[in-house]
DNA sequence: GGTGAAAGCATCTGGTG
DNA sequence: CACCAGATGCTTTCACC
C-alpha cells in the first residue's frame, strides 16, 4: 500500500479526530469528499487503518489507578495465559515480549483491593512485578510517516 | 456525571467504531439522533470522551519493530526528561511508574538500527532495559462498566 | 481525481411528559 | 431535564466524466 503524502494527511487528521467528516478532510487537504471516502476506504481495506476508537478515561469511568503489570510465567503457563488474559476486562493492553519475563500488561483498577484481587488471579499463571502508574506523559501518540 | 446504562451503550458502540453516526448509535441503543448528540457532548464536556482515534498499524506504517523500554532516570534526569520524551516521535506511549524505575515507553522502530539509534538517545538520561514485543495479545480493549 | 443529483445525516427549533 | 418530531443545511453515496 502506497502511503503519499495526502494519505498521510488523511491519517494525521483522523488519528487527531476520527469523527471528522470526509467533507472537512477534503477542505483541508484541498480534495473532494468522494475522494477522501475512496482513500479511506483503500487505507481500511489494506488495513493501514485497523478501526476507530473513542477514548474514554478510566479515571472518569471509576478506575482510579493504573499499573504496569509484569509476569514472567511458570513453566508450561504462558499458553494458558494467553487464552485467559483476552477475557480480563482489567487489562487493556497486554504484550508478549522478549527477555526473562514474557508479558507486560497495562491494567486499569478501581481501588488497591481491586489490584490485590487482580493480582491474586495472576499468581497462578506466575511471577508478577507491579508497577503503579503516577502519570501517563504520552497518550497514543500519533503514527508519524517513517 | 452520571453514567447510566444508556451512556454506557454509548460509550461501547463509539469505542467499537467512533466513526458511528448518531443516527445508527440512536437506532441500536433505542433513542433519537438528537438525544444521541446531546448525550455525547456532554460526555465529551465532562471529558469521559477525551477524543476519537483512528488506529493507523504501525507495521503497515513502516514501522517493524515494537519495545517496551525501561528507563531509569539519573539523578536531575527524570525532569529533563519528560519535557524531551514528548518530541520522540518513536513513542507511542509513556508511563510515570513508582518503584526503582521511573518510566516505561511503548515505542515504534523501523528496524534494530533505528532501536539502537534510539536506545542511544536515551542513555544521557538513565539506564535502559529494553524488551522487544513479540506479540500485542491485547490491544486497547475497551473500558467497562466499572 | 472531479461533478451533480438523490438519499441520509447533523443540528436547530419548538413542544411533550 | 431528557427526549421526540419536523425543518434546514451538510454530508455521503452513486452515477458518470
Keep these: 500500500m502506497s502511503l503519499d503524502t495526502l494519505n ?13 467528516s470526509n467533507a472537512e478532510i477534503g477542505r483541508r487537504i484541498g480534495i473532494s469528499s468522494p475522494a477522501v471516502a475512496e482513500r479511506i476506504k483503500k487505507l481500511e481495506d ?8 473513542a477514548y474514554v478515561s478510566p479515571f ?3 478506575y482510579q489507578l493504573k499499573a ?8 508450561g ?10 477475557s480480563f476486562d482489567e487489562v487493556v493492553n497486554c504484550y508478549r515480549i522478549t527477555g526473562n519475563e514474557n508479558i507486560v500488561m497495562e491494567v486499569v483498577l478501581k481501588n488497591q483491593k481491586h489490584l490485590e484481587t487482580f493480582i491474586d488471579k495472576l499468581i497462578t499463571y506466575g ?8 502519570s501517563h506523559v504520552v497518550k497514543d501518540s500519533e503514527i508519524k510517516p517513517a
Tied chains: 1, 2.
Aim: overall charge positive.
Design 46 to 53: 489494506a488495513e493501514v487503518i485497523q478501526g476507530y476508537t
Design 60 to 62: 472518569k469511568a471509576g
Design 77 to 86: 503457563m504462558l499458553k494458558p495465559f494467553l487464552e485467559k488474559v483476552k
Design 68 to 75: 504496569i503489570i509484569t509476569l514472567r510465567a511458570f513453566m
Design 127 to 134: 511471577e508478577t512485578k507491579t508497577q503503579i502508574v503516577l
Design 8 to 20: 498521510w494527511k488523511i491519517l494525521k487528521l483522523l488519528q487527531q479526530d476520527a469523527r471528522m
